[in-house]
């Protein structure tokens, strides 16, 4: 039994504190906030849980095995480092810091204190990705193309952070998952509509050594909801619409093939090809219970988890680079991966 | 009754013949193809259409009051100043040349001569976007934020111009007729995925002066055929999906609004507001028909057509600037425009 | 204040506990259910209310005003007469009862107590079937020609009611809330494909005296979710999909209309008219909320709820017309109503 | 080479001719309309044709092997029997005739001459039919338990023939096509909203031996055009959308599977099964196309058509059923079938 201490019960934290109370093999010991009005509901909710306003007080508790952080991201370095050296395992909502230093930091005390550190990129713990992932390493797709992404709607505009950290960093996640390749440089573009909040639309190509290009179009201003991705590759090609109920990945038996047929070269070198369309059975179980679980088994056994704070960091470094490139108006930024952290 | 020479029986010249045999006050008077097969195909649709494989003799032929040029783009310009040479009405395909310059010396010539050139960018004739464009002018929409595109589906590469000048031209002549404005900036990010063709995928963002930001996804690599566009503006959003058969133009009262509310500052200065959506009835007029109504009429009234030179010029400059960021890895190219034609 | 006591703590029931308990104006004081397991989830999230086994004790409580009950069908009519005599206000699940007698019985036993009876037809106090009432009732539409609804799924199979108790209840409620008239006569049609079990697919075709016709396509054995409804009247037309997230209902401006043209008798006297499409902003509050603030304010004031115990019993009616019509593969029923009840 | 004469160039005339102009085994030798002005549209399209007001001197045309009949149904017989006593092989288009006795007189004189007669259920000769058909007979869906068929548009409101004889004949022929069964019983509801009109909207359903039971929901007064037909089966069930453009057919691996695990019986005794979809591809040669080459390979051959006069005799059979069940409200008719024709 993993007793967890969960600080931040704002947007997100009643979501953790609900999902570790189900798993049976954790519990909530500590909910921390600084609001005592949120802590009430956590009391009438959750009885057999303790809940103080003093973070602190949540992250020395000797009883508490395991800290999640889904406080506002500018704390998420300060309070993670705090949890790793009272010797706490860490979960920590996405993104996993502010800079990327911070981030190099934490890695760092996870590994020598031993502790595992879990970054809370969800999508990765969804049935869907995990089956476009197998499909993607087991060749089915061919070499892949491209990979192309819009998460656009209305709001929630937030004050802290751009739309690139609260919706690209899904498909930034996402790629780190199926392609295990980092990019080679980035160009993003994007906009804050209204002076003196962050960017509120933007559009990012990464660039990957191995020929992949990949896109990005995130928006809090778009009328209608949209949540879908398309990956091109030689031999299959993947539509996944997260907001289809039923049918949330179709696997299209559709390409393109180059020819030297003289005849064809008269035009163009490209035969089409079109077959059937399947749309697997998707594992249906809320991502966050993957995770949930995920994380007691990493405690457990002491693995890192799928999402560990180096899937974190290369994130961020992601976030950096596209800030920095929409900055400049699309100027390129190439990214130079240091082997060792820290 | 204006007569009318073909140049081209290929793709797209079928259509031209069909449409312009179809009004009342134009005739088809002569088509010139190289191929005698695609000539033989006219000659049995049209017993009274003269056919030629040399087009010279087309442009030279005093029974022709105007020509319609629906070759490759290579040959556009040489065909078409000598047809505005020979005194003729010039109607080109998109894109109008394979450069800027060879477009200002088609406009000087046309201009000096007082001949009408028209620049098929049909979709300026569409119901949709004449719909889309009264609601612009009128302020419907109040401030306008972005311009969101996408055209991607499997096939058909081309093998002289890049999927730039195949798709996202249509985006850039839509701009130019709903805006009136000419970008400052351009950035974009495109591949090709097989070696020795032109780019099959791109992504185009294009910054205006008066703030509008767009962006264009095109691509002849896509398992699903998609053709939508978003526009939002400080009073109300467009979703415009050309491939839906009755309902393409969608308008959202919903919106944005910032407040100096100070409890609202507490958390972002953003009101959501939402409210109906009206689908109105859009023209479904063939707009291939439009535009051959809307040249004759040019040419009775001496005025200048909707897409005319200097628009197809604008077009023109977009694809070069596009192209040359492209090929830059999404460096910004900034565009001055030369107020003076030629 | 009003106390609710809820009997039945299955499927459903937790939907009412939850909802009464966070109505400001009620509280759940006593929950009802044979299962000790159900009782015990009872006590963790609502401490607050008592237990009990026994529903003669819930029903002969003091401290209880009103009562809900969520049981089997087959137990509506003891406990909900139960309720009546030891002067509770009733709540009482769909279908009302097993026959239209014991329903007869219920609104007489009501009306002598002057006892609130509410019969929860949830989708009446939908913001999507209240919106098509008031465009029906203005005469937006016309004169109404035909209801058309499809409610298809797989699953979930009943043990106790067919198809036609669980699912085209709902379209014989709302079509007594939008016409206010009852039909003459009723055909169905249905099948049971398992032996020993209800029918699990029908088709209820009602006819109205007023010229509507009224159709129901209900199935739990298809592999789609369907929840569409058809309204057409003489001046528009409506397409009202619940499964839609963001446009429900959508009002078409389109139609007939017969001519004495003499031209156009010569083929057929139809002219037809296509206008715009309209999808209002649609009340988006828990149906189960706005039911049970009404059940408060009916208590409150005396007046009769909009689905009392007569809507109830009409909708049993057709319920027992349908399942007699359907047995007789099709007969039609006519439907005598009684002025008087009981 | 096989000559053929279309009689008849109004709606669906031009289709045929184009058609059977385009196949390199048949030739289009005249065309009769009781319009000039049609024939002179003929003749510009197809100068090689001869045109006629006389449809009987086309039909006593010793150049004509074969005659194809697409006038208003009325005229089917006696137009289709003079060319069979002229000894021509017939193509009539749907409904074959007006009375199932016209029909087996029809089917009797063919036989007796040893014509080709086929009637043009066109929805036989689709890709979509033809691959579902394979589904069924392979008995990749298990033992079918239902279909259900919904064809719904505004307009064409028809003068002669009521929606029944317009839209529900393609089921009526799928469904015998699918099936190899004729069904014992037929239902149907139906209404003319406008007097003196032959019926606008029309509920039918059919019921077999086998214990499938079929639906087909028709109207030429919806806001909406849908062509969509569920097929259930207990191993795997179907959704065809005939307005997809790319997906048409849908494969569901659901179903229901009953049980006597004593656990469920307490519940129900049912368990639901849910796994892929396919979306297989479909074969897009026009079924005009198809249906061509079929009639022209059966008059090489002799063998009968897919389509035959008893398909058409079948179908007409189940219009006059449900034409009398409709007008008697729903009353079930029961269809015995003669084994001997005339």
């Known amino acids: 039994m993993i007793n967890i201490g969960v600080v931040g019960y704002g947007y997100w934290g009643p979501n953790l504190v609900r999902n570790f109370a189900e798993l049976s093999e954790a519990a909530v010991t500590v909910v921390a906030d600084a609001d005592p009005r949120?802590?009430?509901?956590?009391?009438?909710?959750?009885?057999?849980?303790?809940?103080?306003?003093d973070a602190q007080e949540l992250l020395r508790d000797p009883a508490v095995d395991a800290v999640a952080i889904a406080t506002p991201v500018g704390s998420h370095f300060e309070l993670g480092m705090a949890a790793l050296r009272a010797g706490k395992h860490l979960w920590l909502e996405k993104p996993m810091t502010e800079t990327s230093l911070q981030a190099r930091k934490l890695i760092d005390e996870a590994e020598r204190r031993k502790r595992v550190l879990l970054v809370d990129h969800t999508f990765i713990y969804t049935g869907a990705v995990r089956r476009i992932a197998e499909l993607v390493r087991a060749g089915d797709l061919g070499r892949i193309y491209y990979y192309d992404s819009i998460r656009v709607n209305l709001g929630l505009f937030q004050r802290d952070v751009s739309v690139i950290s609260d919706l690209a960093?899904?498909?930034?996640?996402?790629?780190?998952?199926?392609?295990?390749?980092?990019?080679?440089?980035?160009?993003?573009?994007?906009?804050?509509?209204?002076?003196?909040?962050?960017?509120?639309?933007?559009?990012i190509t990464l660039f990957y050594g191995s020929g992949v290009i990949a896109h990005a179009n995130v928006s809090w201003l778009a009328p209608v909801k949209v949540r879908q991705i398309l990956i091109g590759g030689s031999r299959r090609m993947i539509a996944y619409d997260d907001l289809?109920?039923?049918e949330k990945v179709k696997?299209?038996?559709?390409?393109?093939?180059?020819?030297?047929?003289?005849?064809?070269?008269?035009?163009?070198?490209?035969?089409?090809?079109?077959?059937?369309?399947?749309?697997?059975?998707?594992?249906?179980?809320?991502?966050?219970?993957?995770?949930?679980?995920?994380?007691?088994?990493?405690?457990?056994s002491g693995k890192a988890?799928?999402?560990?704070?180096?899937?974190?960091?290369?994130?961020?470094e992601l976030i950096e680079a596209a800030t920095s490139s929409m900055r400049g108006r699309g100027e390129t930024v190439y990214l130079q991966r240091q082997e060792k952290i820290a």
Chains 1, 2, 3, 4 share one sequence.
């Open 38 to 53: 949120k802590l009430a509901a956590v009391q009438r909710r959750y009885p057999a849980a303790r809940t103080t306003t």
């Open 169 to 203: 960093v899904h498909d930034f996640s996402i790629l780190d998952f199926l392609l295990g390749e980092h990019p080679v440089a980035v160009s993003a573009s994007g906009i804050n509509h209204f002076p003196g909040t962050p960017e509120n639309l933007a559009y």
């Open 244 to 246: 289809e109920p039923s």
């Open 251 to 300: 696997i299209y038996d559709k390409g393109v093939s180059f020819t030297d047929d003289p005849q064809k070269i008269l035009e163009m070198r490209v035969g089409y090809r079109t077959g059937d369309m399947l749309a697997p059975k998707i594992d249906s179980t809320e991502a966050l219970r993957v995770a949930g679980e995920h994380f007691i088994g990493c405690i457990d």
């Open 305 to 316: 988890p799928q999402t560990d704070g180096r899937l974190g960091l290369r994130v961020i």
